[in-house]
């Protein structure tokens, strides 16, 4: 079940964590994978997929501690072979780790900003290593989790800005001018094409359209003659941007930038790029 947390309407990040692991277990044939989010200074194991026992479950694990720890110090992966022989790390967990039959593992660390806010990892019951294939799988299931979590710590950033701005608007930090309004709608559109969530995607781009109707725009259209893509060109196009740069911001080929153009032109009843600009701020969809 998808759930939210906060004000911003955040999806809650163990759906995140699962997906990650679900990944590198799809892509290997590792028995078991899990790990969890790093709260203040400490490891929590709440995710866990192909576990016999319960005693991993809800685990937190210090810094420096164990093979987990380890790696959430010195922010890079590891592994050994034989856990229950290893000297390279603490045996602080050895009970609930021996108990489930672990014996090869790797942790990776999720690091966003230069900060670990998680660790995976991926682990068998045989003595044979991990090959590259399962350490790479849980390597590649970690930095696409580190970009999920960037993405949603932007959007929250954002949504907390608009907000600030939108209750008390007189407030010297929340003043915005027009053209950071604009990039910032632009920008808020941009971001949506990376959010995976439905929800956290759909709650972007109301942003993005609250955004818009700060404009000075008489009354917005109840409903838009354009495409959300066509808007999307058409917010890079009034910061100035070619078809070039905003084919490059939005992930589209000049090509495809200048069809969206032409049919929102066409749809506009304008025959340039400025008058396109200047007829979709007047329907309230570009700020």
């Not at 559109?189 to 993005?208: C, G, K, N, T």
Request: aromatic share 4%; glycine share 8%.
């Amino acid at each position: 079940m998808r759930s939210f947390s906060g004000a911003s309407m955040r999806p809650d990040d163990g759906d995140a964590f699962r997906q990650a692991l679900r990944l590198a277990q799809g892509h290997t044939d590792l028995p078991v994978v899990f790990g969890g989010p790093v709260r203040g200074d400490v490891l929590n194991l709440t995710q866990l997929i192909g576990v016999r026992t319960a005693g991993l479950r809800g685990l937190t694990v210090n810094p420096a501690a164990g093979l987990g720890g380890q790696v959430m110090v010195r922010r890079r992966p590891a592994a050994v072979t034989d856990y229950k022989s290893a000297d390279s790390i603490t045996h602080d967990y050895d009970g609930p780790v021996l108990a489930e039959g672990i014996r090869s593992i790797v942790a990776v660390p999720v690091v966003v900003s230069g900060a670990v806010r998680g660790v995976l990892y991926g682990a068998s019951r045989d003595s044979l290593p991990l090959g590259e294939r399962a350490t790479d799988a849980v390597v590649g299931a970690s930095r696409r989790l580190a970009h999920e979590l960037a993405t949603r710590d932007e959007v929250d950033r954002r949504l907390k800005l608009q907000q600030a701005a939108e209750t008390d608007p007189f407030c010297p930090k929340a003043r915005i001018g027009m053209e950071e309004v604009r990039e910032l709608h632009a920008e808020l559109r941009v971001i949506a094409q990376a959010v995976h969530e439905d929800a956290l995607r759909d709650r972007l781009l109301d942003a993005s359209r609250r955004l818009a109707a700060l404009s000075m725009a008489p009354e917005p259209e109840q409903s838009s003659p354009l495409a959300p893509r066509e808007i999307d060109v058409l917010a890079q196009v009034a910061l100035g941007c070619s078809n070039v740069e905003a084919g490059a911001r939005l992930s589209l080929r000049p090509e495809t930038v200048k069809a969206y153009l032409r049919s929102a032109m066409r749809k506009l009843d304008v025959h340039t790029r400025f008058e396109a600009v200047v007829a979709a701020r007047r329907h309230g969809l570009l700020p």
